[in-house]
């Protein structure tokens, strides 16, 4: 008999999820949801689906390439457990704040990013590219220092299915003690917010600790009202645009730059250019800090 991973369990639980909001969004908030931005939400996600299980061969014979150099064999103890669960963890995070950061990695990202609304269907708006930008290098090489690829993957699809209910704006602020320590809706919508006091901010899977031990978090204000996408909307319900709009303006920018500039349209921050004509989300807080100061408070 097959073995199911911890996202096959959980998908039928995912699909009441959104049944269930979209009855609160009728009632409470009926622009909650649109009707075809939530299909290329639920076509991506079926597309990644598709594309991780071509792929998932390569990724875990690598990681089981990486496995053959451990120097010590970990095992399947509880801690083990724990350890590769919080180490994992971690390890999106350091992905997620480079998949803002660098626009190989964006190219990828972006695609969760694009929709202009905020509900438990974009939780699976999901990339099709993450094999070729490479991403999933950041989550395999625990496998190198002695934990299983099972253990890796089984933890990793954990992590996943735990950043599913927070994708909502029926859930307001969460009892403090557990907003200090965990992920929550609240923090989660600062992440996929536009507006400058929130971008690239508040990177965490599970643990919101990462982002306030290195510098990232940012709360959710009361002052400030929040507007989702990206920075450049869409503008487009095309399917094959949505999914490669980014990767399509790289290939643009590069073909356009001048030679010493090809590889900053690849890897520099998305916005960067060569001659200072866009803006990057550090250039954009910067101005948004210089009109208002210091961040009102919460």
Not at 84 to 96: E, G, K, P, Q, T
């Amino acid at each position: 008999m097959k073995n199911l991973s911890p996202v096959d369990y959980a998908t039928p639980f995912f699909i009441l999820l959104i049944l269930l909001e979209m009855a609160w969004a009728r009632r409470r908030a009926p622009n909650e949801y649109e009707a075809k931005d939530t299909l290329i939400s639920l076509t991506m996600g079926l597309g990644s689906t598709v594309v991780n299980a071509l792929t998932a061969g390569l990724v875990t014979a690598w990681a089981f390439w990486l496995y053959s150099f451990r120097p010590i064999e970990i095992g399947w103890q509880w801690w083990a457990w724990a350890a590769c669960f919080v180490l994992d963890d971690f390890n999106y995070y350091l992905a997620h704040r480079v998949g803002h950061r660098s626009r190989w990695f964006w190219a990828s990202h972006v695609n969760h990013h694009s929709s202009q609304h905020y509900n438990l269907s974009t939780a699976l708006r999901q990339t099709w590219t993450g094999f070729p930008a490479l991403s999933f290098a950041f989550r395999i090489w625990p496998a190198l220092i002695g934990f299983h690829p099972a253990m890796i993957a089984t933890v990793g699809a954990v992590n996943l299915v735990y950043q599913f209910w927070i994708h909502t704006e029926a859930i307001g602020r969460m009892p403090r003690w557990f907003e200090a320590v965990m992920n929550t809706p609240s923090h989660h919508r600062v992440h996929h917010a536009i507006n400058p006091v929130y971008l690239d901010r508040n990177y965490a899977g599970v643990f919101i600790v990462w982002d306030k031990l290195l510098g990232t978090f940012q709360p959710e204000l009361d002052s400030e009202t929040i507007h989702y996408g990206i920075v450049r909307q869409l503008g487009s319900f095309n399917l094959p645009w949505a999914v490669f709009h980014e990767w399509i303006g790289i290939a643009r920018d590069v073909w356009n730059a001048p030679w010493s500039a090809k590889l900053g349209y690849m890897f520099r921050a998305p916005g960067w250019t060569h001659d200072g004509s866009r803006d990057t989300s550090d250039t954009i807080r910067a101005r948004w800090h210089a009109l208002h100061g210091a961040e009102p408070a919460e």
